[in-house]
């Protein structure tokens, strides 16, 4: 198993001298999130659900019409 770690670790060292350092970004920087369309679709969907919680704290989720 060391061989094959070692053979790695040869392997990403020529990839760096070949390609530069794997660059770092900003970890303080806040992280920015892209919607596309689906997930615009997901979240109107999940819009139509309440969650709630039964006596025993187990969590389910029922649709708003039918708590009307």
């Not at 892209?34 to 006596?55: I, N, P």
Request: proline share 3%; glycine share 6%; no cysteine.
């Amino acid at each position: 198993m060391a061989h094959v770690l070692a053979g790695f670790m040869d392997l990403t060292d020529r990839l760096r001298f070949v390609f530069g350092p794997a660059t770092q970004g900003d970890s303080s920087a806040p992280v920015v999130h892209m919607h596309d369309d689906f997930e615009h679709a997901s979240e109107d969907d999940l819009a139509q659900f309440e969650v709630e919680t039964d006596s025993e704290g187990h969590h389910y989720a029922v649709r708003k019409s039918d708590l009307q």
